[in-house]
């Protein structure tokens, strides 16, 4: 079945430093791919996208990696601060009939970014 | 700009009985979705509605059941709850028209328990 899944549940890095969280996913169908931040009490909140035609998208201090090869994705975190510290998690979607509006998260990576 | 709402904020619930949450969705979206969050674990899809239709469910029973209105808002009911009901339900809404994924933006949630 559909599954995304995380290397490493726990990050602990140092305020300044870049930060990777890894994820694996095993639906070769996947087309579509995003990166949630969730913080206690709230709701996911989206920080970046990558669409499988792409191997690379970056945004504002944030770099989406895809590597359709091997069926990983890494989101970097430039310059970690506080502010980041959450649970980051990653999502996919398969193309086609009814499964475009149905992401498949992985169980998390809890990031914790140290003064 | 309003981002998604949902209502209400925290529920408890006796097994057995029937539960309604609400989400408002962003305006201009149409297509809305549901999600069940149990602690420590990522959302799982339960359903995706659009233009007021069902247009993909999750493995979920058929205890789960939601509805979306004209104006988009939406409705997830769930009947004759369980304990293991216990969860974080999160609603997302998206530009998704059916042809490409979209991200999609979550609410805060309603925690739910059962008790």
């Known amino acids: 079945g559909e599954s995304v899944g995380l290397h490493l549940p726990t990050l602990s890095v140092q305020e300044g430093d870049n930060s990777i969280i890894n994820c694996a996913y095993s639906?070769?169908?996947?087309?579509?791919f995003i990166w949630y931040k969730q913080e206690s009490g709230k709701g996911p909140q989206f920080i970046i996208d990558?669409?499988?035609?792409?191997d690379k998208r970056q945004g504002q201090r944030v770099t989406v990696l895809l590597n359709k090869t091997v069926k990983h994705l890494s989101l970097q975190i430039a310059a970690t601060q506080p502010g980041d510290s959450a649970v980051y998690f990653c999502?996919?979607?398969?193309?086609?009939?009814?499964?475009?509006?149905?992401?498949?998260f992985g169980q998390g990576t809890i990031l914790t970014v140290h003064p | 700009d309003a981002g998604v709402t949902q209502s209400p904020t925290h529920l408890i619930k006796t097994r057995g009985q029937q539960v309604t949450l609400r989400c408002s969705p962003i305006?201009?979206?149409?297509?809305v979705s549901w999600y069940q969050q149990v602690l420590g674990q990522g959302p799982q899809f339960i359903f995706q509605?659009?233009?007021?239709?069902?247009?993909g469910r999750g493995n979920f029973p058929d205890r789960f059941s939601a509805r979306q209105f004209p104006n988009y808002s939406s409705e997830l009911n769930v009947n004759a709850l369980l304990l293991g009901d216990s969860a974080l339900y999160l609603c997302a809404s998206s530009l998704w028209s059916g042809a490409f994924s979209y991200e999609q933006y979550f609410g805060p949630g309603t925690r739910l328990t059962v008790t």
């Open positions: 639906n070769s169908a996947s087309d579509y």
């Open positions: 509605y659009y233009e007021k239709e069902e247009r």
């Open positions: 999502a996919e979607n398969a193309a086609g009939g009814t499964s475009y509006g149905k992401l498949t």
């Open positions: 305006s201009g979206h149409k297509s």
């Open positions: 990558i669409r499988s035609n792409m």
